[in-house]
């Protein structure tokens, strides 16, 4: 029997068994396209198709791209505006039959990063940061999670700071890595000006071309790719729901 982890992003939905041990995943992944709309009936079905790729499964973490208290969804930037109140571990629970926990998907991702990666034995504040359609945030005060910060939304040149420094971003004004370094800059000092981290650790999938870009980042806090790059958030899922 093993534990699932499934990654609702804003353009795919990627699933795989974890092992807890290693930190890594026990199968291969399964990655399928975010239905569009990406309406609470579309997910629902999609994750459950991802889940259907697996057998021998005892319980399933998920994660969601917004603000997750008590398996409610609350926030929906980029996935359609029908997940906002839903209560999506009891519909997860209903479309798979099995034990669900549903957390953001950054704070899944920094938990998998503080077990097993970048930020593990660290002290002190650490912000693990998740680049892709938007900018997710988790912030930790050793290893002890502040959930649902959402620091992708802070006020940056006068709109979102995710519409300036996301992956989106970069591609939708087709910035060059160094031009975009200086955007994602802008967001990093006003993150240290606002919270004086420790760590920052950048995640998403930019994460695996970090050589292209953090290069020309100039900040005071150390600032480093995520250990398990993409990977993070379906392996702190897996681990959400181990713990449940």
Request: proline share 5%.
């Amino acid at each position: 029997m093993a534990i699932l982890g499934i990654d609702i992003g804003g353009s795919g939905i990627k699933g795989a068994p974890v092992d807890l041990e290693q930190g890594g995943f026990a199968e291969e992944r399964v990655r399928l396209e975010t239905p569009q709309p990406s309406d609470v009936k579309a997910v629902v079905a999609t994750v459950a198709e991802v889940a259907g790729q697996f057998a021998d499964i005892e319980a399933v973490g998920v994660t969601f791209p917004g603000v997750v208290q008590g398996g409610v969804t609350r926030t929906a930037a980029n996935v359609d505006h029908s997940w906002i109140g839903a209560p999506a571990r009891d519909l997860f629970v209903e479309a798979l039959g099995l034990p669900v926990v549903v957390l953001n998907d950054a704070d899944a991702a920094g938990i998998a990063e503080m077990t097993y990666g970048a930020g593990k034995g660290r002290k002190g504040v650490t912000i693990m940061l998740t680049f892709g359609t938007g900018i997710g945030s988790a912030v930790f005060l050793d290893d002890q999670l502040v959930p649902n910060t959402e620091l992708g939304h802070i006020q940056l040149h006068g709109k979102d700071a995710e519409l300036h420094a996301s992956a989106h971003a970069r591609e939708v004004e087709d910035l060059g890595w160094k031009e975009w370094a200086k955007n994602v800059q802008d967001y990093l000092r006003e993150l240290e000006r606002l919270l004086n981290p420790d760590l920052m650790i950048i995640g998403g999938g930019v994460s695996k071309k970090s050589e292209k870009f953090l290069p020309h980042i100039d900040v005071r806090t150390p600032l480093v790719p995520a250990a398990l790059l993409n990977d993070a958030g379906i392996v702190g899922a897996a681990l959400a729901a181990s713990h449940a």
